[in-house]
């Protein structure tokens, strides 16, 4: 396969490793838990395991098993200088066409609000807030945690834009329960397409 049809998955699981040490596949998704699904998505364990083994198949990454004295086998992973200067020139080559994808569920269902009672509406952006303002938190601890280690600096830039981002967020979802606020009982929202 031509590495520039990697899916882009294989690059994020590669990037995780392009960092000091070696890994397996649990800390690598605890890892992504914890910095990638803030802005990119965290894969799941099957993703991550199927990336590793065609990483692995490209010669981009190496594995090693766990010795005897392991109570459980373990399998780490480490970046080669051939799987690195890969991941470099992906990361400098062009943009991926199709820009930002957005799906956004908590907004799929205020746009389907006619079909909703206003309260639960209402309840279910007030959740998205809490839920956000949990991921901000969370954000932030990563930030302190990553503060001042050199070889996270770039992270931490990802993850100050995933600050600001969850920040937008909230001030996004807050101006939605004005707007719904802003409704009469029953009545569509001002512009709303009309069926006649």
Known sequence: MPTS??????WAVLGL???PGERT?????KWADASLRFFYGAPAFSQIYA???RLEALGYVTSR???PEEPRTKRAYAITEEGRAALAAWAAGPQDPGGVSLKHPVLLRV??????EPERLRTLVEEHVTHVEGELKEVRDAIARAD???AWAHPQIALRWSERHLVAEVELAQGMLADLDALGPGQPPRDAPTHG
């Open 5 to 10: 049809r990697l899916p882009q998955t294989a």
């Open 17 to 19: 490793l392009s960092f």
């Open 25 to 29: 596949g649990y800390e690598l998704k």
């Open 51 to 53: 990336e590793l083994r």
């Open 65 to 67: 098993r766990s010795g």
């Open 111 to 116: 746009w389907l609000g006619h079909l909703a």
């Open 148 to 150: 001042g280690v050199d």
